[in-house]
């Protein structure tokens, strides 16, 4: 793989196009096992796997780019971006074990249980530092970002391990009476634990410690519908260390979400259909920052929130 990107000239500051060049070899071995069996006729079925993944880096990152934020958003919660043509980044791979167990009712249920274990090298991390004078003057860094500070990624030289469980539930309601039969529940769970010498510091939404979800869905004949509800537990989202702005061991979260969705379909002609989805029914915001320090009186408090608030869309759809 070749990337090129942008260069910056320190001595001129002047930009020069596709002058950053940059390649890469992703040759490896990925190797799998797959098992399965099955008993009481069928009903249960367990599955178990071992495989070796990996996840390749943007190219972007290869490319080498300077991204800076808003000057109206908060310098605490919106970084500038840099990704200087680091082709020294190496993929994460990682070592997963999962666990399945599905148990199928006679009369269109589903029970299931998940587990997995993944155990990960060369992890990738976000460093986020302060803008330094010496960073400004060489990116061309107006005055403006002094208060920002700069995120880029890096590879982590820690084991680190992500363990999931997963619980789903599914059952159509055929015990209903003939005029009201076509609906179908589901519900699932997952929980999700972290360890690792930086445990304590990864961040994002994929190390959600839990999350809910549940729907209930209605098919006959020409209608078709259904309503979801989702939540998504707390999560650490940035972590501030060694930052002399900032307090160390300052943490900031993204808050508990939860939304409403909605959406249905009537099936006019065999080639023609109207439909209406709606999103966010409740008009809960999209996303809550708290921010939290040792010193904090009163535990978090709220930095930002964003909310696009209800959305709705009918349209017609069809096939020539």
């Known amino acids: 793989m070749t990337g090129n990107g942008p260069l910056r000239n320190a001595e001129s500051g002047e930009w020069m196009e596709r002058a950053t060049n940059n390649k890469k070899n992703y040759d490896n071995w990925f190797p799998s096992v797959n098992l399965q069996y099955k008993l009481w006729e069928d009903r249960i079925v367990v599955r178990a796997s071992w495989f070796k993944s990996i996840g390749r880096p943007n190219f972007g990152i290869y490319n080498g780019s300077l991204r800076l934020p808003d000057l109206g958003l908060d310098p605490l919660t919106h970084y500038i971006e840099l990704s200087s043509g680091n082709a020294d980044l190496k993929p994460w791979t990682a070592h997963t074990w999962r666990g399945e167990i599905n148990y199928y009712f006679v009369k269109g249920g589903l029970f299931q249980i998940t587990a997995f274990t993944r155990d990960y090298t060369n992890r990738h991390v976000e460093t986020i ?10 990116y061309g ?17 820690h084991r680190f391990t992500l363990r999931e469980l997963s619980l789903y539930y599914r059952q159509s309601l055929t015990f209903l009476p003939s005029w ?16 690792g010498t930086e445990s304590d510091t990864a961040t994002g939404s994929a190390y959600r410690p839990r999350s809910y979800k549940t729907s209930l869905a ?3 004949g020409r209608l078709s ?10 999560y650490i989202s940035s972590v501030y260390e060694n930052n002399d702005n900032v307090e160390p061991g300052t943490r900031q979260y993204r808050r508990e979400r939860s939304w409403l969705s909605a959406d249905a379909s009537f099936r006019i002609t ?6 209406a989805q709606g999103s966010n029914l409740l008009d809960k915001p999209d996303s809550e920052s708290e921010v939290v320090s040792p010193s904090t009186p009163g535990g978090a408090q709220l930095s930002s929130t ?9 349209g017609l759809q069809g096939s020539f």
Not at 129 to 137: I, K, S
Not at 270 to 275: D, E, G, K, V, Y
């Open 129 to 138: 530092t302060p803008v330094t004078d010496e960073l400004r003057a060489y």
């Open 141 to 157: 860094i107006g005055e403006e970002y002094k208060d920002y500070f700069i995120s880029t990624k890096t590879n982590s030289p």
């Open 180 to 195: 009201a039969r076509g609906f179908t529940v589901s519900a699932g769970v997952t929980w999700r634990t972290k360890s």
């Open 218 to 220: 209605y098919s006959r």
């Open 225 to 234: 519908a259904r309503v979801s509800w989702v939540l998504q537990g707390r």
């Open 270 to 275: 065999r080639r023609l259909s109207i439909f």
């Open 306 to 314: 964003k909310s696009s608030g209800i959305r709705i869309t009918f």
